[in-house]
């Protein structure tokens, strides 16, 4: 059994109760409206100079921390600033066959290696329907069980993968999870319309990729034990 959590809450402040949490573990460290004189990139690393040409105001801690990041991500979408640390813009493709599909007790199955898998690999993205808010409310209602397989992309965008994850070859919502033993990172490209996965790490043969859902996927699963 695959838990992918919900993702990705928007940094602006209208996030209906409904809009599934956010569970990043590449935490935005800075967010402001667009100023609108000039446009940037939909996604890129750039330097507070850059930000201030083009209008955005972001605070000098936010900028400190993320100086001292080794990867830091920029992405200007509907009118917010999202900024991305520690997670690669882009990787080298996943080998065919690099990943396969194994039991795991008490878990139903898994993702493992078949080879080594360099760090910044990117692993793939997250496969399923795109759907809105609404649409996703009356897939499932709030009086049921909570959905396992659906992943914001924005605030009014998820994405299910309740059918992908019936398939016997490897997509990304099988990773399961781990917050001790994570070996994969993800982002949201929210303007290539993606989420993204990729190696935190090398991960060698046999090991079970994993990544941490966020402490909010937990919210009415708290009878389930994991690390």
């Not at 935490?27 to 004189?37: F, L, N, S, T, Y």
């Not at 397989?149 to 992908?164: E, H, K, P, Q, S």
Request: net charge positive; hydrophobic share 35%.
């Amino acid at each position: 059994m695959s838990h992918v959590g919900r993702q990705f809450a928007c940094v602006r402040p209208a996030c209906g109760p409904r809009t599934p949490p956010a569970a990043q573990p590449h935490h935005p460290v800075a967010a402001a409206r667009h100023g609108g004189r000039r446009r940037l990139a939909p996604t890129q690393a750039v330097s507070g100079t850059a930000l201030a040409l083009a209008g955005v105001a972001v605070s000098v801690p936010a900028l400190a921390a993320a100086a001292k990041a080794k990867n830091v991500i920029f992405e200007v979408y509907e009118g917010a600033v999202y900024v991305t640390v520690g997670v690669p813009a882009d990787g080298p493709p996943l080998p065919e066959g690099a990943v396969e599909l194994r039991p795991v007790p008490g878990m139903g199955r898994g993702a493992f290696a078949t080879q080594r898998i360099p760090k910044g690999t990117k692993i793939g993205v997250y496969e399923g329907e795109f759907l809105t808010n609404e649409e996703y409310d009356a897939r499932y209602p709030r009086s049921g069980p909570p959905p396992e397989y659906g992943m914001t992309l924005d605030r009014n965008t998820l994405i299910d993968a309740r059918d992908v994850a019936k398939r016997d070859t490897f997509s990304c919502c099988h990773i399961n999870h781990s917050r001790s033993r994570a070996n994969v990172i993800r982002r949201a490209a929210r303007n290539l319309r993606e989420v993204q996965f990729y190696a935190s790490r090398d991960i060698e043969a046999d090991e079970e990729l994993l990544f941490d859902y966020g402490k909010n996927y937990w919210q009415g699963r708290e009878h389930i034990v994991v690390d």
